[in-house]
């Protein structure tokens, strides 16, 4: 069978276009579009996937232009963000009967839970109630592992959030699902929408409304849009909110856990931190302190020769099957945990190829459901579950990267870095100093002495602002690029990207589905039906769909390479099994697929 490919619209637009114009992929919302400066990012050494990275970063902070997108910067948004952090300040000052609910599925809800923990530290720190909770699709469990499906549930969505709240008299919920599109969050919102008297709906994403998902949800009569189009009505009273800026695609399509995940983390902490602080909440503060995230990306990307050198090793790792361990203290630690969990849906990883440890394990994160090590070997987060399971089977082709900064105990980094690296010689750090006092020079000399023998060590002093939390919160982002760098430039080493599409994605929600449709239509040129049919068979691994298959749960679907094997059965006409053993000779996906698409 002859493989029709479509003409490459996007390579002539985008040198005359960019992503902003009204005819750049016009069916897609931003969220789902991909980018055009990482369009051969799959083909790019390590120090090209740097700019590139950066630069789309840096989209998040470019100003409103000409088009119909509002940006993170805009008028408006500030003023949204300002309006919001009053009605956070109306919480504090009532702890007993109210609160706040952060929520969202995957790396959204991952980042409720980050946000929330870190929020009541703060507030206690500051002898406020802690207000915050956090609801995650799927509970704690999805905190560490990929859980899916559980973002296809508004039912689940709204439960849960009536559960955290019972008995509340004032809740400020605050939804965030980056594509406008999980129908757990519409749940809620629309749960929110229907007490008006007890909940003021608060939705974070990064689509202008109109683009919000219009897919029915099975067996409920909600859509996302028509959810979101009621909150904008609610909105010019000021009993709804939306902050939904637009960021520009992502590096990786629909990858939201890189801008997505970094403009939640921006957005929710700026209007946090106006709220907890005693002076007013301004217009210029907000900006401010917005800003100061720009500089925070500007400063780690300052380090990009260093981070290059960190993601070409964990690269190396990957391409030879072993792996690459996150060894981090406090919420350093547990961002590497996050960017860690995110690898199995987006890259088809293994759990065990990318994964993180913190020191202290659950103890430190005060999750809501408490210990989950018993869950399974995905659950040992501890620096000494890794001790126990990982570090006897270490060697020079894996890649450990410490996680740290100068508030951490630097004695017990030591002590653990020395254990490592009697293992593997492949052992990096990613330090944080923040202040210029004498004893944190001290303890960063000592550090360094450490860690002279070390390998690429970003040594990260951002010239930050602000006050001791925000300090910290800045560097807490610039740790996330960084692992995002790593993790993302490692896979696609490993060829899981192919131009820049996450082309062996798991199959396991309805979002990834219509992604995973939408991708075999543009690589195949088959019709619609025909690429949803291959790609059912490929995910139950039968030739023929049955009647029952229609209904069957996508999360029971594990089938491995959904993708490749749907694509290479559309454009062969082979069987899956001899597919399989096809794919089996060429482990490396995107170079397995390209064969495909020259010799069909
Ligand atoms: C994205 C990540 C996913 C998303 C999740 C929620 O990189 O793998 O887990 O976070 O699907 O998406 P959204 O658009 O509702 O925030």
Redesign the pocket.
């Known amino acids: 069978m002859a493989f029709v490919a479509k003409p490459d619209r996007i390579d002539t637009f985008s040198t005359i276009h960019d992503w902003e114009s009204a005819d750049y992929e016009p069916t897609l919302p931003v ?1 789902e579009k991909s980018n055009p400066l990482t369009r051969h990012i799959d083909r790019a050494p390590a120090s090209s996937i740097m700019k590139m990275l950066q630069a789309c970063d840096a989209q998040m902070f470019q100003e409103k232009s000409q088009t119909q997108y509002q940006r993170l910067l805009s008028e408006e948004m500030v003023k949204t963000l300002m309006e919001v952090a009053e009605r956070v300040r109306l919480i504090l000052k009532d702890p007993q009967d109210s609160l706040v609910v952060l929520s ?7 980042l409720a839970f980050f946000m929330a923990s870190g929020f009541n530290r703060e507030l206690q720190r500051l002898n406020y109630a802690p207000v915050c909770s956090y609801v995650i ?1 799927g509970g704690d469990r999805a905190l560490f592992s ?1 859980q ?1 499906a559980p ?1 296809d549930d508004p039912t689940l969505g709204a439960l849960c959030l009536k559960k955290v709240s019972e008995g509340k008299k004032r809740v400020l919920f605050v939804g ?7 129908p ?2 519409a749940g809620q919102l629309d749960f929110c929408l229907r007490h008006p008297d007890v909940y003021t709906p608060v939705l974070v ?2 689509n202008p409304a109109h683009q919000a998902r219009k897919e029915p949800i099975p067996g409920c009569t909600l859509t996302f849009h028509s959810v979101v189009t009621r909150m904008e009505e609610l909105a010019k009273t000021q009993k709804a909110f939306l902050i939904n800026p637009a960021l520009g695609p ?1 590096a ?1 399509s ?5 801008k ?2 970094s403009a ?1 983390k921006i957005l929710l902490e700026v209007v946090f931190s106006a709220s907890f602080s005693r002076t007013p909440v301004t217009f210029n503060g907000i900006l401010q302190h917005m800003r100061s995230y720009e500089k925070a990306l500007d400063f780690t990307y300052s380090h990009s020769e260093e981070i290059a050198a960190l993601m070409e090793a964990a690269g190396r790792s990957l391409q030879c099957g072993r792996q690459v361990c996150y060894l981090g203290w406090g919420s350093l630690g547990l961002l590497g945990l996050i960017d860690a969990s ?1 690898c199995k ?2 890259f088809g990883a293994d759990h065990e190829d990318i994964r993180g440890f913190v020191s202290g394990g659950y103890k430190e994160l005060g999750n809501n459901e408490g210990d989950l090590t018993l869950m399974g070997p995905e659950f040992s987060i501890s620096h000494d579950d890794f001790l126990d399971g990982v570090l006897p089977r270490l060697t020079d082709a894996d890649t450990v990267l410490l996680l740290y900064s100068h508030s951490d105990d630097v004695d017990e980094v030591a002590k653990l870095a020395r254990r490592v690296r009697e293992k593997t010689s492949n052992i990096h750090a990613a330090y944080h100093q923040t202040d210029g006092d004498a004893a944190a020079k001290q303890m960063a000399s000592r550090s360094i002495q450490t860690f002279a023998t070390l390998g690429s060590s970003p040594y990260l002093q951002p010239p930050l602002q602000g006050t001791f939390a925000s300090k910290i919160r800045q560097r807490e982002f610039s740790t996330k690029l960084l692992l995002n760098a790593v993790s993302t430039g490692a896979h696609i080493f490993k060829g899981k990207v192919f131009k820049n599409y996450m082309i062996d994605l798991q199959v396991t ?1 309805s ?2 589905y219509r992604r995973a449709a939408r991708l075999l239509q543009k690589l195949s040129g088959h019709s619609e039906s025909e690429c949803e049919e291959a790609l059912l068979k490929a995910i139950y691994q039968v030739d023929k769909l049955s009647e029952d298959i229609a209904t069957c749960s996508l999360d029971a679907a594990k089938a491995k390479k959904v993708v490749p094997l749907a694509l290479v059965c559309l454009l062969t006409g082979c069987s899956m099994k001899e597919v399989e053993s096809r794919l089996e000779q060429q482990p490396i996906v995107r170079e397995a697929m390209e064969t495909c698409l020259k010799s069909s």
């Open positions: 969220s969202g599925c995957g790396t959204s809800g991952r699709a990929s899916e973002e965030v699902s980056c594509g406008l599109s999980a757990f969050v994403g990064f992502e990786i629909g990858s939201s856990r890189m997505g995940g939640t995110e849906p987006t929600n979002k990834l």
